[in-house]
């Protein structure tokens, strides 16, 4: 594929047309479009409707070489992006045996039995090259229309930007003569990664450096092009990298659970989760790792109190005297954790909002422990943002802590 030029941006979802979300998927990929030498021109987001999605596509098509459409590719009623696809470009979609193949076991895995309807998410526009989801369900579809070409990606963010990242932007930016490399952070915000590296722009240039906030994570995507671009990117990789400094968790495709799990994994250790205010999104990512069940036992979510108490031990003294938001309730749940038949122990309790703060524990106001064989961490935190993001944030954070002592006991 001849790299694009001129990009356009489609965000399906009427949720996105109304208050209660944003769209940031548009951003993310224009970002990672500009690091491959691809400028995005338009952008515009559309209703649930199939009507609607199918005119955008049309339109932006006839404008640009390259359209990436978020969003309505799961497997309810209103996700409609899949036929509209194929309305717009008046080809018909067709079921992929493999595809379903694989829904069907990765709900068998999961102990859930695959819904018929859920299996639209196997339908694919006939021609189109599959792309994987290494973190969801619904694969991305790549089309080829004349010498314009149109991307369908989830409308998850962390699902969008691994389909990007990991099957995508490789091939992009080396048809475009560029080579890029993404190092991953993670426990540190945006603004403190760009003091970090500043002092890199005068060697390397501010324009070959990208950096992306992901809610507790932070990307940076470097990019090299000509006769001298992969020694340059290897000299960039290791500057930045150094910058960097215990931050750094991995690279280009790896996901900070996948090195939770591969610490884990090297010490013949396992993990038991103890989870409050994010309610099970630690869990979900450790064991959307394939293989993730031979380092993580398993996890308790313990919203109450009682729960608190009656399976992870914390001691009620702990809750009269400290709260369940307290650093002396999540180290018992931590504590608590690793009795459920595991080394390790990672537990967060906090206000996720957006009512529940008080003027000693606002809103935003995350305890973190992590225990090991080798001692226990703590760390207190004010995350901003509402609730979907201090859940997030919160933990990416945890998995980071459990990372940094992980490494430290090395």
Avoid at 180 to 189: D, P, Q
Avoid at 283 to 296: C, F, K, L, N, W
Wanted: glycine share 10%.
């Amino acid at each position: 594929m001849t790299a694009p030029r001129r990009a356009a941006f489609v965000a399906v979802g009427s949720e996105l047309l109304r208050t209660e979300r944003v769209d940031t998927n548009s951003v993310l990929a224009g970002r990672l479009l500009a690091a491959c030498g691809f400028a995005l021109v338009e952008k515009r987001c559309v209703e649930d409707d199939t009507d609607a999605i199918a005119i955008a596509i049309s339109e932006v098509l006839s404008r640009a070489d390259l359209v990436v459409v978020s969003g309505g590719l799961g497997p309810t009623a209103d996700d409609v992006t899949r036929e509209a696809a194929a309305r717009a470009l008046g080809i018909e979609l067709r079921r992929d045996p493999l595809v379903e193949a694989g829904l069907v076991e990765l709900f068998r895995r999961r102990g859930r039995t695959v819904q018929p309807f859920a299996l639209k998410m196997a339908d694919i526009v006939a021609g189109a090259e599959v792309l994987p989801n290494p973190v969801g369900t619904a694969p991305g579809q790549l089309i080829r229309s004349g010498e314009r070409t149109l991307v369908l990606l989830p409308g998850v963010p962390v699902e969008l930007e691994q389909i990007l990242t990991r099957h995508l932007v490789p091939r992009w930016s080396t048809a475009a003569g560029v080579r890029t490399r993404t190092l991953r952070l993670a426990g540190v915000y945006e603004s403190h990664v760009e003091e970090r590296v500043a002092p890199l722009y005068d060697r390397f240039g501010r324009e070959r450096v990208t950096i992306l906030a992901a809610r507790g994570q932070v990307l940076l995507v470097l990019s090299a092009a000509g006769d001298t671009a992969e020694p340059d990117l290897a000299a960039m990789d290791e500057a930045f990298a150094a910058a960097a400094g215990p931050d750094l968790y991995g690279r280009d495709g790896d996901t900070l659970a996948g090195a939770v799990l591969a610490l884990l994994g090297r010490r013949g250790w396992r993990l038991a989760t103890a989870e409050s205010c994010t309610g099970g999104m630690i869990g979900a990512q450790i064991t959307a790792v394939p293989g993730s069940s031979a380092s993580y036992v398993g996890g308790v979510v313990a919203y109450s109190n009682e729960l608190k108490r009656r399976l992870l031990g914390v001691p009620e003294g702990v809750l009269a005297e400290h709260g369940a938001v307290s650093r002396e309730a999540a180290l018992a749940m931590a504590d608590g954790a690793r009795s459920l038949g595991a080394e390790c122990g990672l537990a967060v309790t906090g206000v996720a909002g957006p009512t529940g703060g008080t003027d000693e524990k606002p809103v935003g106001t995350v305890h973190i422990a992590a225990a090991t064989p080798g001692g226990v961490r703590h760390a207190r935190h004010r995350f901003p943002g509402d609730r979907a993001m201090v859940r997030e944030i919160t933990a990416n954070f945890a998995l980071d802590l459990l990372r940094r002592a992980l490494e430290e006991e090395a």
